[in-house]
């Protein structure tokens, strides 16, 4: 009788394995995973509670490794892999996954020392070199040793005599243990000033969001900043204010941060205009969110058809606490569909922006789709209620929002008109069906735009 073929090939790898298992040991095997995947954040002044930067570091923390490493928790990275690589990701190989299981499960031998690599060097000052402009925040921000996280805009005036277009922006937060994220955003109307200054008066405000803030990207813990590709770069009209919002999150002692922040411009303006296909549309607000107790697999679903060619460059997501799946899917002309992000597992501590390893041409024609869900159950250990409470949408933190954006620029310049007016009509459709089933919205939409 012979065996049927996956029970050979599975017979094959297992005695592959036993026989490379017998040979796991830090200094051949894990030490380069770890130097390259886990060092950058565990390391001295960085933002993780412990360093991993030899055997005795690693072998300390082993077992909860190969555990926080299975689960995919460590290293922080919530895009599952795609049709399309990302930069810098930081996702363990499955062989590395393995790796890091079986020398465990042997004891977690040592190796021979000799022909361990050597703990990488890291760059402290400026990744990208010296910035063209340096600001700082004018005063420090008190973060408490106990309690929630806190979600805070703060504002950093610019004073540029002129218009610039920016490539990168640096984030140097004086204390990286607790700053957990930072969201930026340009600012010419008054908004920023209005929402810092309701802030102040109640710091419970939480997330106030605005359609003049420019979003101009922003740092996770550990992230490297990046110039943007291909001479790209985003406008900064002169009177811009510059306004970031914190995620800050206590450490057990009280501390406070007084982020130093350069920017990196670009030397003339770029031949393209970045901009973005938010699905669904402004975050979800016209999307009938109603959330009930115990609901898990709350659904929203929004899709756009390209009506020009464009070139993407990046993605990303963003939901609060409850907020469970992300996806948005390319479906070709010729009928193809590929996975532009997909998140199964979604964390709000960890909310990256992912820039594709090479720009992505998407044909006029091509259907933009993508689907969010929440899970409001309590069997969702990220849901802030216990019991469960209705959620709606909102801006705080405990309301819910949800929305995959696609940043992209039209491949012929002459272009932009048509995709921004395709994009805003496909947004007024959305809005107008919805304010026609609830009325009440109208007064958000007035909220939310300062009346305009
Ligand atoms: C982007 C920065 C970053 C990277 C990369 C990273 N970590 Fe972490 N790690 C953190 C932070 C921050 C924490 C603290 C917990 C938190 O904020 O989620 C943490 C916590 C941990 C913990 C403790 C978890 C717990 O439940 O107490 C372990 C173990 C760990 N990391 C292992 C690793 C390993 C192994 C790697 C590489 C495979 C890695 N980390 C890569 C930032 C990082």
């Given at each position: 009788m012979t065996l049927p073929k996956c029970v050979q090939l599975c017979a094959a790898f297992c005695l592959f394995t036993a026989i490379l298992s017998a040979q796991v040991t830090f200094s051949h095997d894990v030490a380069p995973i770890i130097y390259s995947h886990c060092s950058g954040c565990h390391r001295?002044?960085?933002?993780?509670?412990?360093?991993?930067?030899n055997y005795r570091d690693v072998a300390k923390h082993g077992k909860l490794i190969a555990a926080v490493t299975a689960a995919r928790i460590?290293?922080?990275?919530?895009?599952?892999?795609?049709?399309y690589p990302y930069k810098d990701s930081r996702r363990l190989a499955d062989a590395d996954l393995k790796t890091i299981q079986t020398w465990v499960k042997l004891g977690m031998p040592e190796g021979d020392r000799a022909t361990a690599p050597v703990p990488p060097k890291f760059t402290s000052g400026w990744q990208l070199g010296t910035p063209d402009l340096i600001v700082k925040m004018d005063k420090a921000f008190p973060v408490p040793a106990e309690g929630a996280d806190i979600y805070r805009y703060l504002r950093i005036p610019l004073n540029l005599p002129e218009d610039k277009w920016i490539q990168a922006i640096e984030l140097r937060p004086?204390?990286?243990?607790?700053?957990?994220h930072v969201l930026y955003f340009a600012d010419t109307s008054e908004d920023a000033r209005r929402i810092e200054a309701e802030q102040d008066a109640?710091?419970?405000?939480?997330m106030r969001i605005s359609r003049n803030m420019v979003p101009l990207g922003g740092v996770a813990v550990g992230a490297q900043p990046h110039l943007l590709p291909g001479g790209l770069a985003l406008y900064l009209p002169k009177g811009t204010d510059l306004m970031f919002q914190y995620h800050f999150h206590p450490i057990g002692k009280a501390d406070s941060e007084q982020s130093t922040v350069g920017l990196y411009f670009a030397k003339q303006a770029p031949e393209h205009t970045l901009t973005n296909v938010q699905l669904?549309?402004?975050?979800?607000?016209?999307?009938?969110l109603d959330i009930q107790p115990g609901q898990k697999d709350f659904t929203v679903r929004d899709s756009f058809v390209l009506p020009v060619d464009v070139q993407a460059i990046s993605i990303g997501a963003h939901a609060h606490y409850i907020g469970k799946t992300m996806k948005m899917t390319a479906t070709f002309p010729d009928g193809s569909v590929k996975t532009l992000l997909q998140i199964k597992d979604w964390d709000f501590a960890w909310q990256d922006r992912y820039f594709f390893e090479n720009p992505l041409l998407l044909p006029k024609g091509t259907k933009l789709a993508s689907e969010v869900t929440w899970d409001n159950s309590?069997?969702?250990?990220?849901?802030?209620?216990r019991p469960p409470v209705e959620v709606r949408w909102?801006?705080?933190?405990?309301d819910e929002m949800g929305a995959v954006t696609l940043q992209v620029y039209p491949?012929?310049?002459?272009d932009l008109a048509t995709l921004q007016t395709n994009y805003r009509r496909h947004v007024r459709e959305i809005a107008a069906a919805q304010i026609r089933k609830d009325p009440s919205l109208m007064v958000k939409v007035r909220e939310l735009t300062g009346g305009n």
């Open positions: 001295e002044g960085e933002a993780a509670p412990f360093t991993l930067l460590m290293p922080p990275w919530k895009a599952e892999p795609a049709s004086s204390s990286r243990q607790v700053v957990h109640n710091p419970a405000t939480g669904p549309v402004a975050y979800g607000l016209f999307s009938a309590d069997e969702n250990a990220k849901n802030p209620s909102g801006e705080q933190t405990k491949a012929a310049e002459s």
